[in-house]
């Protein structure tokens, strides 16, 4: 069955220091989110991406987030500066039309830690 | 502004009991999709089922079962007999009707099936 890969499982960074984390969708899906989980927490929404563009995002989702989809088959979340509270589980998902954009397949997560 | 509210944090059964898991919410929406989605100790976030706000039918599928009534803006989760591999964290969610994949999810229930 498609899934959607994310890397690195878990990183720990330093405060300050900037933080990629990686996310290949499935191949067809045509949205990308992406999602934060801070430990013991509801998951909470953080970006949609559609057309090579944002289409949402919340307030979570300050000038220190950025999205990209540089190639045909990854989509990135960078974090500029980290900070203590960005510590976190970061899901990526996707979806297509044909199910319902909302119909979101999530990856397995990347844990940040930030000391 | 949407809610999903999941009021019990954790439940704890013994194997092949009953169990439901509660879920209200709040929309001004006329049009929105309901969610469940379990999250195994792994950490990955699994689709359970979708249900429109025009389809107000039960569901079945196996052991599991949902109850939607918007009367009383409430989408339960049933499982029946549960198993020791049930236990998980349980999350409730809402999104509007349109696309932008943006899914607001309750706090969760965890569940613990006992031998």
């Known amino acids: 069955e498609p899934e959607v890969t994310q890397t690195p499982s878990h990183q720990v960074t330093q405060m300050g220091q900037e933080v990629i984390l990686r996310c290949v969708p499935i191949s067809n899906h045509l949205y990308f989110y992406w999602y934060r989980q801070i430990l013991g927490q509801k998951v909470e929404f953080l970006v949609s991406?559609?057309?090579?563009?944002?289409?949402?995002k919340s307030e979570i989702f300050d000038d220190q987030f950025s999205v990209e989809r540089p190639d045909g088959s990854n989509f990135t979340l960078k974090i500029r500066s980290t900070k203590l509270e960005d510590s976190a589980m970061y899901f990526c998902a996707s979806s297509d039309w044909a199910s319902g954009a909302n119909v979101l397949t999530f990856g397995a997560g990347s844990r940040l830690t930030v000391l | 502004a949407q809610k999903v509210t999941q009021a019990q944090t954790e439940i704890s059964v013994v194997e092949k009991e009953d169990v439901t898991l509660d879920c209200v919410y709040e929309t001004r929406d006329t049009t929105y999709y309901l969610f469940w989605y379990k999250q195994p100790p792994s950490g990955e976030l699994v689709f359970l089922i979708r249900r429109n706000s025009f389809d107000e039918q039960n569901e079945i599928s196996g052991r599991y079962s949902w109850n939607f009534q918007k009367s009383t803006s409430s989408f339960n989760f049933t499982i029946t007999a549960s198993q020791v591999v049930d236990s998980a964290v349980y999350f409730c969610a809402l999104s509007d009707s349109g696309n932008t994949g943006k899914l607001i999810f309750g706090q969760g229930t965890t569940l613990q099936v006992k031998p």
């Open positions: 991406f559609y057309n090579n563009e944002i289409s949402e």
